[in-house]
């Protein structure tokens, strides 16, 4: 089965060469990188970052190389799953599908990406708001540029991939410059001296003594969904050599990227300062550049949510598009623009359930549903790595462009390090509790809605792989 691309053109595993950002309407590794760069760095990540450096000093930095371990292995299983199905479109619904049935396919790409979508671009574009507001107190109606960006990446997303690599490049281009000169001014300038609070722990007792597998989990945030290429597959120039280095120079790249940042912050702000505030990266730029550091925090916020916004417009909805071809969706979702060749009508859907949470909702409420649609995330990761673990075994002759070094081990060290994520999710017993309850409700709904449609309209078994 082949199905239409962003730009309108057949799948074609070998590709062309070519090292302009679009390639014959094709997506070039810099591109490539640029979505996983944009997709990942974000406005929460960025609070992350500062939050947890304020949290664990030394400790933080053994648990961001524990976490960009982690992320590796999930790069790896991602690699070589799109590239055994490019027919696929990249979609976990199809791996899920061959490696264990319609039922756990439909619950993955759901709960993985739907609903985190759902969740946490409206925090994004609440913190955007946030900041613009204090920025130029007064000259926007309220929520007016959280829309327009809405808008405006919709229709540059319906429009074909030419467009949005073009402003994908740039966005993360901004977003790049704006955190390397953050972090090497704030590294080696002179620290001041802290009037008040106490200096970030620099000591290697939390390395010594283990304490900084807690915070594991918070680093993990830093480090996910580079995966999102991979529903662009057919859009890219030599998907084969592209999807894996792509991936795996991104997470190098945003190692590096993020070091000097929270090392900077270190310097500059205090442990109280780090881990209270609201937008903690915002009061850091502040403290390195002055009042002139509210202008390139809000460069950086805007440019965060974006690219990521972008990124999640262009991924998500071709995986619906992927899903609605095998009728695991609404057959709409399918739909294509005759002119673009893009699924207008998935992307439209995206917008909607965006919008309704980011105009009803708050920044307060959404934290603690940001967290729990995260951990939904992870569900996603473990099921791509079972399917890996279910696919040698079951289709060892199968052609694998890219196979995982040192199978099995990256899978069950990625499973296990997922469930230890999801059970040391949130700072505290009660938000813990607040956050399954809500992680598993959404679970709960589509896991009844999967299974009323693999049963009821799709006529299959809900664990027959196909």
Excluded at 280 to 303: C, E, N, R, S, W
């Amino acid at each position: 089965m082949s199905r239409a691309s962003g730009a309108g053109v057949a799948i074609d595993a070998a590709g062309t060469q070519g090292g302009s950002c679009v390639t014959g309407n094709r997506l070039s590794f810099l591109t490539m990188i640029s979505i996983c760069i944009g997709l990942v760095i974000v406005q929460g990540s960025m609070v992350s970052a500062t939050q947890g450096i304020g949290l664990g000093g030394s400790g933080f930095i053994a648990a961001m190389l524990c976490a960009f371990v982690l992320a590796i292995f999930n790069a790896m299983t991602f690699a070589e799953l799109s590239l055994m199905y490019p027919q696929s479109g990249g979609s976990l619904a199809t791996y899920t599908q061959k490696a264990m049935g319609h039922f756990p396919a439909i619950v993955a790409v759901f709960a993985g990406y739907v609903v985190v979508a759902m969740f946490s671009i409206p925090v994004e574009m609440l913190l955007v708001n946030s900041i613009v507001n204090e920025l130029l107190p007064g000259m926007f109606p309220d929520m007016l540029i959280p829309t327009l960006i809405l808008v405006l990446l919709a229709i540059t997303n319906i429009l074909g991939t030419d467009v949005f690599a073009r402003i994908q490049n740039l966005l993360a281009f901004v977003l790049i410059l704006c955190l390397v000169v953050v972090g090497l001014v704030a590294s080696t300038s002179e620290a001041p001296v802290l009037a008040e609070g106490s200096a970030v722990n620099w000591s290697l007792g939390p390395v010594m003594d283990g304490s900084f597998v807690g915070l594991i989990s918070l680093a993990m945030w830093m480090m996910v969904g580079v995966e999102f290429i991979c529903p662009l597959i057919a859009d890219v120039n030599e998907p084969r050599r592209t999807i894996p280095r792509a991936m795996m120079l991104s997470l190098v790249l945003m190692l590096a990227i993020y070091l000097p940042f929270v090392f900077g912050a270190s310097r500059f702000m205090s442990v109280e300062s780090l881990t209270t505030s609201a937008i903690p990266y915002l009061d850091y730029v502040h403290a390195v550049f002055g009042k002139a550091g509210l202008v390139v925090a809000t460069v950086m916020g805007i440019a965060a949510t974006c690219s990521t916004v972008n990124t999640v417009l262009a991924s998500v909805p071709r995986m619906l598009q992927g899903m609605a071809d095998n009728r695991q969706a609404f057959p709409q979702m399918g739909i294509v623009s005759q002119r673009f060749g893009t699924p207008w009508v998935a992307i439209m859907f995206m917008v909607i359930i965006i919008a309704i949470p980011m105009y009803l909702m708050g920044i307060d409420s959404l934290i603690t549903l940001v967290i729990a649609a995260s951990t939904s995330w992870l569900l996603a990761y473990i099921i791509a790595h079972i399917n890996v673990l279910v696919l040698r075994r079951r289709q060892p002759e199968l052609a694998r462009p890219y196979k995982t070094p040192f199978y099995p081990l990256p899978q069950l060290l990625g499973i296990v390090g997922m469930v230890y994520v999801a059970l040391h999710n949130s700072p505290s017993p009660e938000m813990t509790e607040q956050v399954y309850t809500m992680a598993g409700g959404v679970l709960l709904l589509v896991c009844v809605i999967g299974a009323v449609w693999v049963k009821g309209f799709m006529k299959k078994g809900l664990f027959t792989p196909e």
